[in-house]
C-alpha cells in the first residue's frame, strides 16, 4: 500500500490544503512559503499515530521543536480553529484522522487529541470522540496506537499506521555526513542528520552486492572520481588523530591519483559524494522507512549532478520497494530536469503563499501547452519562466 491523500488544516502557515502523493514527491518555491511545513505536518501526524505528541515526539521525527501556539495557524483577518487537523488515506480506502489541541498560552507538555479516527476500508477501528468513550486513557494518548496491535500486520489500517510511525524527515549536515559530530537523531540506516553513514554503507554495500551488483554501480557512477567506496576500521592510517571520528570510516579509491596513496576517507572527500551516498543508502536500503521526506535534496550539489541525482530516485525505488515513498523540498531548477512527469507517480508540488499568506500547494501537471513548451526548454527553465508558479517575487 502506499500513502494517497494528506490533508493538512490549520497547522503553521497551511489553513487547508490536500497533497495527493505519488511515489516520488518533488516540493518546490521560495523560501519560508511552507514546503517544510507539509513535510513537519505528516510528522505530526506520524506521532500521533505512535500514540503521543510531544517534542520528543517530534523531534525523533525532524520535526522542528516549537510552541503550540506556533504550530498552530494564525492569520490576520481570517478565524481559524483552535485545532489542528491531519488526515492520511491509503490507496484501498484505508484512513487515519485526528484533531490535536494544546493552549496556546499556557501549553501541556504533550497535545491532547480531541477526536481520533483509524478506518481500514471496511470497517471502523477505531471512532473516538470529545472524551466520550468510556475507558480510562489519558486524553493526551492515542487510542489507535493501542488498537493497532490487535490487528493482523497484513491489515490495511495496521500498515497505514506503521507507514506514520515509522516516518521521518531527513536533513543531512556536512558534518555529520563525514562523522566528524554526532548526530542527535540516530536510526537504522541512518540518522536524521546523516549519521552512521559508515557503518550505515558497510551492510548497505554487502546488501547490494548480494542482490544486484548493477545497484552499486548504479550509486558510484554518479560520482565521477570515485573507482570504489568500502569501510574501514583501521583509521589510523588514513585519519589524523586530531580528527574526531567514529569507529568505522569510510574510504574513497580515487581513480585519478596515484595507487599508493588514492584512498580517501569521508573527511577528505567532497561532500558531493557524501550527499549522493546518503540518498542512494535511504532510497535503496531494505531498513529505510517505507514514507520519508529529505528536506533540501538538493544541498551541496552542482545542478548536472542534483538533475542525476533526481532520475535516480524513482528507479532506485521500484528496485528496492515498490510501495516506498519519497517526499523532498528543493530549490536547484536543475533538479526538475530529472523528474519524469509523464509517470503518473512522479509529483511535482508548486509551493507559495497567497495574498494573506496562507500556503497554496498545486501539483504541476503537463499540459499539452507545457508539453509543447517542454519540447523546446527543459523545466528547469520553465520554472524561471514562471510557467509552473512557485517563482520568488525578488
Same mark, same amino acid.
Given at each position: 500500500?502506499?500513502?494517497?491523500?494528506i490533508q493538512i488544516e490549520g497547522f503553521k502557515s497551511i489553513v487547508s490544503q490536500t497533497v495527493e502523493l505519488g511515489r516520488i514527491n518533488c516540493f518546490?518555491?521560495?523560501?519560508?512559503?511552507?514546503?517544510?511545513?507539509?513535510?513537519?505536518?505528516?510528522? =505530526?501526524?506520524?506521532?500521533?499515530?505512535?500514540?503521543?505528541?510531544?517534542?520528543?515526539?517530534?523531534?525523533?521525527?525532524?520535526?522542528?521543536?516549537?510552541?503550540?501556539?506556533?504550530?498552530?495557524?494564525?492569520?490576520?483577518?481570517?478565524?481559524?480553529?483552535?485545532?489542528?487537523?491531519?488526515?492520511?488515506?491509503?490507496?484501498?480506502?484505508?484512513?487515519?484522522?485526528?484533531?490535536?489541541?494544546?493552549?496556546?498560552?499556557?501549553?501541556?507538555?504533550?497535545?491532547?487529541?480531541?477526536?481520533?479516527?483509524?478506518?481500514?476500508?471496511?470497517?471502523?477501528?477505531?471512532?473516538?470522540?470529545?472524551?466520550?468513550?468510556?475507558?480510562?486513557?489519558?486524553?493526551?494518548?492515542?487510542?489507535?496506537?493501542?488498537?493497532?496491535?490487535?490487528?493482523?500486520?497484513?491489515?490495511?489500517?495496521?500498515?497505514?499506521?506503521?507507514?506514520?510511525?515509522?516516518?521521518?524527515?531527513?536533513?543531512?549536515?556536512?558534518? +555529520? #555526513?563525514?562523522?566528524?559530530?554526532?548526530?542527535?537523531?540516530?536510526?537504522?540506516?541512518?540518522?536524521?542528520?546523516?549519521?552512521? #553513514?559508515?557503518?550505515?554503507?558497510?551492510?548497505?554495500?554487502?546488501?547490494? #552486492?548480494?542482490?544486484?551488483?548493477?545497484?552499486?554501480?548504479?550509486?558510484?557512477?554518479?560520482?565521477?572520481?570515485?573507482?570504489?567506496?568500502?569501510?574501514?576500521?583501521?583509521?589510523?592510517?588514513?585519519?589524523?588523530?586530531?580528527?574526531?571520528?567514529?569507529?568505522?570510516?569510510?574510504?574513497?579509491?580515487?581513480?585519478?591519483?596515484?595507487?599508493?596513496?588514492?584512498?580517501?576517507?569521508?573527511?577528505?572527500?567532497?561532500?558531493?559524494?557524501?550527499?549522493?551516498?546518503?540518498?542512494?543508502?535511504?532510497?535503496?536500503?531494505?531498513?529505510?522507512?517505507?514514507?520519508?521526506?529529505?528536506?533540501n535534496l538538493d544541498q551541496a550539489l552542482n545542478p548536472r549532478l542534483v538533475m542525476r541525482l533526481s532520475a535516480k530516485l524513482s528507479t532506485w525505488l521500484?528496485?528496492?520497494?515498490?510501495?516506498?515513498?519519497?517526499?523532498?523540498?528543493?530549490?536547484?531548477?536543475?533538479?526538475?530536469?530529472?523528474?519524469?512527469? +509523464?509517470?503518473?507517480?512522479?509529483?511535482?508540488?508548486?509551493?507559495?503563499?497567497?495574498?494573506?499568506?496562507?500556503?497554496?500547494?498545486?501539483?504541476?501537471?503537463?499540459?499539452?501547452?507545457?508539453?509543447?513548451?517542454?519540447?523546446?526548454?527543459?523545466?528547469?527553465? #520553465?520554472?524561471?519562466?514562471?510557467?509552473?508558479?512557485?517563482?520568488?517575487? =525578488?
Amino acid at each position: 500500500m502506499m500513502i494517497r491523500a494528506i490533508q493538512i488544516e490549520g497547522f503553521k502557515s497551511i489553513v487547508s490544503q490536500t497533497v495527493e502523493l505519488g511515489r516520488i514527491n518533488c516540493f518546490i518555491g521560495a523560501n519560508g512559503v511552507g514546503k517544510s511545513n507539509v513535510l513537519e505536518a505528516i510528522g =505530526v501526524l506520524g506521532a500521533a499515530a505512535s500514540g503521543k505528541v510531544d517534542d520528543e515526539s517530534l523531534k525523533r521525527r525532524g520535526v522542528r521543536e516549537g510552541m503550540p501556539r506556533l504550530y498552530k495557524a494564525s492569520f490576520e483577518g481570517i478565524r481559524v480553529s483552535g485545532q489542528i487537523r491531519l488526515i492520511a488515506k491509503g490507496d484501498a480506502g484505508e484512513e487515519f484522522r485526528v484533531s490535536l489541541l494544546n493552549p496556546l498560552e499556557h501549553p501541556n507538555p504533550a497535545w491532547s487529541f480531541k477526536t481520533e479516527y483509524l478506518f481500514d476500508g471496511n470497517k471502523s477501528v477505531v471512532s473516538r470522540g470529545v472524551r466520550t468513550e468510556k475507558n480510562n486513557l489519558a486524553n493526551t494518548a492515542g487510542l489507535s496506537a493501542l488498537k493497532v496491535v490487535e490487528l493482523e500486520p497484513d491489515n490495511a489500517a495496521a500498515q497505514l499506521l506503521t507507514r506514520l510511525q515509522n516516518y521521518a524527515i531527513y536533513c543531512p549536515d556536512t558534518p +555529520t #555526513l563525514r562523522g566528524t559530530i554526532q548526530d542527535p537523531q540516530t536510526r537504522d540506516p541512518l540518522g536524521l542528520s546523516g549519521g552512521r #553513514l559508515a557503518e550505515g554503507f558497510a551492510e548497505f554495500r554487502k546488501y547490494l #552486492l548480494n542482490k544486484d551488483e548493477g545497484l552499486l554501480d548504479s550509486v558510484l557512477e554518479l560520482i565521477d572520481w570515485v573507482a570504489d567506496i568500502d569501510t574501514s576500521d583501521n583509521v589510523r592510517k588514513l585519519l589524523s588523530p586530531s580528527v574526531s571520528r567514529s569507529k568505522y570510516v569510510l574510504r574513497f579509491t580515487d581513480r585519478y591519483m596515484k595507487k599508493s596513496r588514492n584512498t580517501l576517507t569521508a573527511y577528505d572527500a567532497s561532500e558531493g559524494a557524501l550527499y549522493v551516498l546518503f540518498c542512494a543508502m535511504l532510497c535503496l536500503s531494505p531498513n529505510a522507512p517505507k514514507l520519508l521526506a529529505v528536506d533540501n535534496l538538493d544541498q551541496a550539489l552542482n545542478p548536472r549532478l542534483v538533475m542525476r541525482l533526481s532520475a535516480k530516485l524513482s528507479t532506485w525505488l521500484q528496485q528496492a520497494d515498490s510501495e516506498r515513498q519519497l517526499l523532498f523540498t528543493a530549490h536547484n531548477p536543475a533538479v526538475l530536469d530529472g523528474l519524469d512527469l +509523464t509517470d503518473d507517480e512522479v509529483r511535482l508540488f508548486a509551493v507559495e503563499r497567497s495574498s494573506k499568506g496562507h500556503t497554496l500547494i498545486k501539483r504541476v501537471m503537463l499540459s499539452p501547452e507545457l508539453l509543447e513548451l517542454n519540447n523546446d526548454y527543459p523545466l528547469s527553465r #520553465l520554472w524561471l519562466m514562471g510557467h509552473l508558479g512557485a517563482v520568488p517575487n =525578488v
